[in-house]
Every structure is written in C-alpha cells, then in structure tokens.
C-alpha cells in the first residue's frame, strides 16, 4: 500500500501513472494476443488492426513522459517517490517495445505464403501465453509493490528461452529440408524472436520494479538457457 503525502495532489498524481502504466501495459498485453491469434488463424485482417493500432501505445508512452515531466516539475518528491516516478517511464519504454513486437509479429503474418504448422503453431501459442503470465506477473508486483514478486518474475522466462531454442532449431531444420518454406521460416524465426525478447523486457521491467520498491539493484545474473539459438 501506498503511503499518503501532505499534498493530495500528489498521491493523485502517482495514482494517475500508476493507471497510465497499467493502461500501456493492457495495451501492450491485448496487441501480442491479438497478433498470435493473427498468426495462428492466418487472419490478415486482425493482423492489419494490429498494426494500425500500435499508434494507441505509442501516445499511451509519450502521455506517461508528459506526466512524469510534470509531477517532477511541481513536486518535491521523497527518494522513493522519486524512484517511482522515473521506474514508470522506463517501465513503459518496455511495454511500448513490447507492443512494437507485437506490431512485427502482424506484419510478418501478413507476408506468409501458407497458414503455420500445427507443431510450429502450438510452440507459438506456448511462448505468447507464456508472455503474458509473465506480464501480468510483474505488473501485480508494480502495483503491490511486492519485490519477492518482481524477483520471481526476473528469472521466470528460462522456459520461453529453451522454447525459443527448440523452435528456431526447428526451423532451421525445416529450412534445410524444404527449400520451399525458407521464405515463410525466416518470417517466424523473426517473431520467435520478437516473443523471445518480449520476455525479455518482462523481465528487464521486474528489475525496475525491485529498484523503485527497495532502491538497490537486483543482484546476479539472470539465468539463462546454455547453447540457445544466436542472435
């Protein structure tokens, strides 16, 4: 819970970002699921939706800075109110890359030749919901200021990694033994990448999280998967 201030103006004010964060991060959330269902049910209109409404992240990004820039100019925040304030915005640079993936995701759909495989599709639809619990994970961590959370959330996607692995080695093998389907591979292995590094930005989000609950930096190396598919 929050502590109040003197000022009421504010607590109002920090409430506020918290609610545009949030709002960016369901922005974020909604266009990943919408680009995967785009994906696999090889719908180019949902994926053309996708792509039109990044723009909605993109302003929910720049309103947070506006935001942050005001409450800096007219308080005088308290070392943990000012961590707040500047986790939101790095926070949100995450979700806006985030939901640029998901962009990527729907324009690569609509330049495939032929509708997934069902063993590629079901590894997809594993990695994207595996994005999301991840996701909202560490936003109930950013509400409830519950850094034991974020610390969970920050080694959470060695899963999403060795599922990244066995999928880029799928399709490269699948490469070698169909000439044909390199055109649509490429396509996938860039989205498996995109979902890759969402999980990512999830996990760069939880390190913000713990630094604004307890103002030291997570410690250590995050783990990762041995021998996973290169950059």
Do not use: C
């Not at 890359?97 to 079901?122: F, G, I, P, S």
């Not at 649509?184 to 990512?200: C, N, S």
């Amino acid at each position: 819970m929050s502590k109040k201030h003197t000022l009421e103006i504010f607590d109002k004010d920090l409430s506020l970002l918290r609610e545009e964060v949030q709002r960016l991060a369901d922005q974020a959330k909604d266009e990943l699921e919408r680009a995967m269902n785009a994906l696999l049910n090889d719908d180019r209109e949902l994926a053309r939706e996708v792509v039109a409404s990044d723009i909605t992240a993109d302003l929910l990004q720049q309103k947070i800075n506006q935001h942050m820039n005001i409450v800096l100019t007219r308080q005088h925040a308290m070392a943990e109110d000012l961590r707040e304030i500047l986790a939101a915005g790095r926070i949100a640079a995450h979700l806006e890359r985030m939901a640029d993936y998901a962009k990527n995701t729907a324009k690569r759909t609509q330049a495939l030749d032929r509708k997934v495989d069902k063993e590629v599709a079901d590894q997809f639809s594993w990695m994207s919901e595996r994005v999301t619990a991840m996701l909202l994970q560490v936003m109930r961590a950013y509400h409830e200021r519950d850094h034991s959370e974020a610390n969970v959330a920050w080694s959470s996607d060695i899963e999403l990694d060795r599922i990244y692995g066995k999928l880029f080695a799928h399709l490269l093998l699948q490469m070698q033994q169909e000439p044909d389907s390199i055109k649509d591979a490429i396509q996938l292995l860039f989205i498996a990448k995109g979902l890759e590094r969402a999980g990512d930005h999830v996990t760069d989000i939880a390190e913000e999280v713990y630094l604004m609950v307890t103002g030291t930096p997570l410690q250590g190396s995050r783990p990762k998967v041995d021998n996973i598919a290169p950059e």
